[in-house]
Every structure is written in C-alpha cells, then in structure tokens.
C-alpha cells in the first residue's frame, strides 16, 4: 500500500497543477510514456484543448502516511469553464505508430478527467472490442496499478482492499468511473463504444474518434458512407453544442470521412462558421513559400517536400524527384520529421513497398507522389484547345465506362470517359464523366 510523506506535499501540489496543464509532462512522467517528446510530439497536442489558467482549489493533507486530496474546479461545467474556447471540435491526422491515441485519447482524456472530476468521456473505434482495449487495457490501469499516477491523484484511483491487499480493480472493459466523481451523471468517466454500438439515450461532454476510418470499412464507398453517417450523428451524442469532440486517425483515400465530410466541408466555410481546428501532417518535412513555417494544415498538403543531401544537408532539391547534390553527387532524399524513430531509410523502404497505402498512412496525402508511379502522369498529358480539336480528323472514337463495383476505395465513382483517335493513333480525351450513379442512370 502506497504511503506519502508529509515534508512533500509541496512536490505533489506542483506536480498536480503541471499535470492538468501539460499534457506532454503528464504523458512523459505520471503515466510512463517515455517514447514521447515535445519536439515531435508539441505541435499536435498543441492543438487540442488547452486547461492551462483553469482556477480551482487542491485540498492537501497527509495524516498517517496517506494523502487525502480533492481538487474543486471553481466551475464544474466543462462548458462554462472552457467557454472561451472558439472551436469545439478537432481533427489530428499524424502518421501512424506517432503516439496520437497515446495523447489524444489516452492522456488528453485522464487530463479532462483531472481538470472536471465529474465528466463523461465516450471513446469511439470502428471496432468496440479495440475502444474497450483502450478503456479496459490503457485508461484504467492507471488508476489502478499505476504508483506515480496515485502518488499524485489518490482521490482518483480505486481505493485500497483490505481482504484483497491490493487496489480494488472496479469496473469492466467498457466503462469506469472514477473514484473523484461527486456529482451523479449517468455515464461513467470513460465509456468505449463502437461504430455498430447503439447510441441511443447515451450523452457525454466529451467524445474522442479514433481509428474510426480501417483498412476494413475503407474498401468501398458504402462502408464510408457508413462511417461518416455514424459520425454525423455523434453531434446528438453530446449534452449539448456547447461540449467537445475530437477525431484522430489516418488517411485511407481521398473520400474517407476525414477528408470528404471534415476538410473539404471545412474548405468551402466562411472562417467564422469553420467548426474545427484541424492539424494534419505526414512524416517528411515540406518546405513552403519563402520558408514560411508550417502550421500543419491541409493547405501545406500542396507544399513540396523538402529533400536534402544526407551528407551535405544545405543542398536542397526542388521536390520529390530525382536530383543529385552538385557536391557529392549523392540523391537527396526527403526529411524525415522523426529520424530517431523513423529514418529515411525505413520511411522509403515502406514507400517502395506500397506508394498508395505509404502516401495514406505516413503522409496523410493520396496524391503526395504526384505523377510518380501513376499509370497517366500528368507531366506526359497536353491541352488542346477546343477549336484545335474540332478541327481533327478522327479515326473513331471509344468509350471507357468504370461501374465502381470492385471493393477499393481507388473505384468509389462510376467514370466514364470518351477519347477520340487520329491518323496517328493519338488519343484526346472529348469528354469525361463522373458521379454516384444507380445502374439504370449510368447507362441513361
């Protein structure tokens, strides 16, 4: 059984106010994330809700080697307390294996927890069993087993059992509720859901997406649309408008709820009207307009990348080609943002093993390649102008119709796209369709 000296309380009072501010130090420290670091790590959790300012009272006392505390917010209503805050929603799109379900649904949520004792936390997955692993498996055994985390926070781990002689491991897989609840609210602190779990009658004030776009409901049009239509309806899932929701995953294609439903809809709003703050990025560092400094948005998805000679790192490329250092003659590569964990080297070897599934997962960019590897690059197309074309003399013509019935995002639209063939055997393309079509309407 844990026990606390009273000469530090002092120690424990600072740790608890750094705790519920920062959220990297939390992560690195009480709970034992120590692949996590600021340089890498600071720009996204930067971009999640901040607690830092919040006023409350922390009543400490050690008597007889146990440390009785409770923290007061002076407003217990999340939605008053972080009213301030313009956005209510965020998107993280980060690479994988970068630690985004470690701080944005594992630590941000125990830090949401440690700021508002009484609030309900849902955890939504594609998957219920991988939601209820990260409650049951991640969340929980901090308040159960982990020591640094209960030397700060006792009033918030589950009490000691004397017949048992250890701490009471209360709750399930799915649902726990922390021990510093006061007030009644019908969720627990922390609930794991899925996309196929019923909904209804169940309200949290704060809901992380993670992963709810995978490699299984990603391979047609209909699972996606299954996806976001599951998303759309969390926004009744919250007590109110007034309360939180945040979404983190990786690309999957170009229609993926992410980006379809989130950004491009985000694209086409007024800044006033925009509900989230997005930050998005991929492995390699891009460089932008007259060095401008990233911000992370999808804008700079458009930015070239920045490559480099390994050896001498002032010789810079134009982009992701082929270009020598005039030094050395070696190929610059690109940048890797994290060499410590993921050298070119790996991030390349991954890139010639699949481009599209690397440009999805580690860039977060479909169409980061450009035309390396596409079957028509662009670079190889010209435009004719339209009175250049009426004036050829073509041999015939042929239709091309793609019905979008295999399983692959690649194919979630019907195309249809007419050429024209001269003396040559050079192709125009005269014409181009595509939509969302029943079959009956295709051949129409």
């Given at each position: 059984?844990?026990?606390?000296?009273?000469?530090?309380?002092?120690?424990?009072?600072?740790?608890?106010?750094?705790?519920?501010?920062?959220?990297?130090?939390?992560?690195?420290?009480?709970?034992?994330?120590?692949?996590?670091?600021?340089?890498?790590?600071?720009?996204?959790?930067?971009?999640?809700?901040?607690?830092?300012?919040?006023?409350?009272?922390?009543?400490?006392?050690?008597?007889?080697?146990?440390?009785?505390?409770?923290?007061?917010?002076?407003e217990?209503?999340?939605?008053?307390?972080?009213?301030?805050?313009?956005?209510?929603?965020?998107?993280?799109?980060?690479p994988?294996?970068?630690?985004?379900?470690?701080?944005?649904?594992?630590?941000?949520?125990?830090?949401?927890?440690?700021?508002?004792?009484?609030?309900?936390?849902?955890?939504?997955?594609?998957?219920?069993?991988?939601?209820?692993?990260?409650?049951?498996?991640?969340?929980?055994?901090?308040y159960?087993d982990?020591?640094?985390?209960r030397?700060?926070?006792?009033?918030?781990?589950?009490?000691?059992?004397?017949?048992?002689?250890?701490?009471?491991?209360?709750?399930?897989?799915?649902?726990?509720?922390?021990?510093?609840?006061?007030?009644?609210?019908?969720?627990?602190?922390?609930?794991?859901?899925?996309?196929?779990?019923?909904?209804?009658?169940?309200?949290?004030?704060?809901?992380?997406?993670?992963?709810?776009?995978?490699?299984?409901?990603?391979?047609?049009?209909?699972?996606?649309?299954?996806?976001?239509?599951?998303?759309?309806?969390?926004?009744?899932?919250?007590?109110?408008?007034?309360?939180?929701?945040?979404?983190?995953?990786?690309?999957?294609?170009?229609?993926?709820?992410?980006?379809?439903?989130?950004?491009?809809?985000?694209e086409?709003?007024?800044?006033?009207?925009?509900?989230?703050?997005?930050?998005?990025?991929?492995?390699?560092?891009?460089?932008?307009?007259?060095?401008?400094?990233?911000?992370?948005?999808?804008?700079?998805?458009?930015?070239?990348?920045?490559?480099q000679?390994p050896?001498?790192?002032?010789?810079?490329?134009k982009?992701?080609?082929?270009?020598?250092?005039?030094?050395?003659?070696?190929?610059?590569?690109?940048?890797?943002?994290?060499?410590?964990?993921?050298?070119?080297?790996?991030?390349?070897?991954?890139?010639?093993?699949?481009?599209?599934?690397f440009?999805?997962?580690?860039?977060?960019?479909?169409?980061?390649?450009?035309?390396?590897?596409?079957?028509?690059?662009?670079?190889?197309?010209?435009?004719?102008?339209?009175?250049a074309?009426?004036?050829?003399?073509?041999?015939?013509?042929?239709?091309s119709?793609?019905?979008?019935?295999?399983?692959?995002?690649?194919?979630?639209?019907?195309a249809?796209?007419?050429?024209?063939?001269?003396?040559?055997?050079r192709?125009?393309?005269?014409?181009?369709?595509?939509?969302?079509?029943?079959?009956?309407?295709?051949?129409?």
């Amino acid at each position: 059984m844990l026990t606390w000296k009273a000469a530090d309380i002092d120690k424990i009072r600072a740790g608890r106010k750094r705790a519920r501010e920062d959220l990297i130090w939390l992560a690195q420290g009480p709970l034992g994330y120590d692949r996590v670091n600021r340089r890498i790590h600071g720009p996204m959790t930067d971009t999640l809700v901040q607690f830092k300012g919040l006023k409350g009272e922390d009543e400490l006392s050690i008597h007889d080697g146990i440390l009785e505390a409770r923290w007061n917010p002076e407003e217990r209503d999340i939605a008053v307390a972080l009213a301030h805050v313009e956005k209510k929603k965020r998107l993280i799109m980060d690479p994988r294996s970068w630690f985004k379900t470690t701080l944005n649904c594992i630590t941000h949520s125990i830090q949401v927890n440690l700021n508002f004792p009484d609030v309900g936390i849902a955890i939504i997955h594609a998957n219920s069993d991988a939601a209820a692993d990260i409650v049951g498996n991640s969340i929980k055994p901090h308040y159960v087993d982990n020591t640094a985390f209960r030397w700060l926070f006792p009033e918030f781990c589950t009490p000691w059992n004397e017949r048992s002689g250890q701490y009471s491991n209360s709750g399930n897989m799915s649902r726990f509720t922390s021990p510093a609840r006061t007030l009644k609210f019908p969720m627990a602190t922390f609930n794991a859901l899925g996309a196929n779990s019923a909904l209804a009658s169940k309200h949290y004030h704060w809901i992380k997406f993670t992963d709810i776009v995978n490699e299984k409901n990603a391979l047609s049009g209909d699972q996606l649309l299954k996806v976001t239509n599951m998303y759309v309806m969390a926004d009744n899932l919250l007590v109110d408008p007034r309360y939180f929701i945040d979404v983190e995953g990786t690309c999957y294609s170009f229609v993926d709820t992410y980006n379809e439903h989130i950004i491009e809809k985000e694209e086409k709003l007024a800044e006033k009207d925009k509900e989230f703050r997005i930050f998005i990025r991929g492995c390699f560092v891009r460089k932008g307009p007259q060095d401008a400094k990233e911000q992370f948005v999808p804008d700079e998805r458009d930015w070239p990348f920045l490559i480099q000679c390994p050896t001498h790192p002032a010789e810079e490329g134009k982009g992701y080609g082929d270009e020598r250092c005039s030094v050395c003659s070696a190929p610059l590569v690109p940048v890797s943002r994290w060499p410590e964990a993921w050298s070119v080297a790996s991030l390349l070897k991954k890139r010639n093993a699949d481009t599209w599934i690397f440009n999805c997962q580690q860039l977060n960019d479909p169409s980061a390649s450009g035309d390396e590897g596409k079957t028509f690059p662009l670079a190889a197309m010209m435009w004719t102008p339209e009175l250049a074309i009426q004036r050829i003399k073509f041999r015939y013509f042929s239709m091309s119709v793609d019905l979008a019935e295999t399983v692959t995002v690649r194919a979630d639209y019907t195309a249809m796209v007419v050429m024209g063939w001269d003396q040559a055997g050079r192709g125009y393309v005269v014409d181009a369709l595509q939509g969302r079509w029943l079959p009956a309407d295709t051949v129409d």
